[in-house]
């Protein structure tokens, strides 16, 4: 499985962006999806992640400002990032993992993409 992410740019605070995951193969619906990021200095951390069956899972600081939702059909999983604040910047990564298995630990995730580049400007 291959992950090809996008969306990310450059954007002042308050501004939105969306990010998109393409995901290679047919068996994109088996996979739980996780948005990860991680900033200059500190630890990757999970954003949100959206599991095969559609649940769904929200770091506490994007809570009520970030959706992941994800396009079956598409092969394509997002994250919609809203109110952005300059503590979002960071590169952004989508990663897929068994859809078995849970959701909310790096060692989850089985394929990760490249990571696009978020920064929000104060």
């Known amino acids: 499985v291959q992950l090809q992410a996008s969306g990310g740019g450059l954007v002042q605070a308050g501004g939105s962006l969306r990010l998109s995951c393409a995901a290679s193969g047919r068996t994109f619906s088996s996979f739980n999806m996780g948005w990860w990021r991680q900033a200059p200095g500190k630890e990757r951390e999970l954003v949100a992640a959206?599991?095969?069956?559609?649940?769904?899972y929200y770091t506490d600081s994007v809570k009520g400002r970030f959706i992941i939702s994800r396009d079956n059909a598409k092969n394509t999983v997002y994250l919609h990032m809203n109110s952005l604040q300059p503590e979002d910047t960071a590169v952004y990564y989508c990663a897929a993992g068994d859809g078995r298995t849970g959701y909310g630990g790096v060692g989850d995730y089985v394929y990760w993409g490249q990571g696009t580049e978020v920064t929000v400007s104060s």
């Open positions: 959206i599991s095969r069956t559609y649940s769904t």
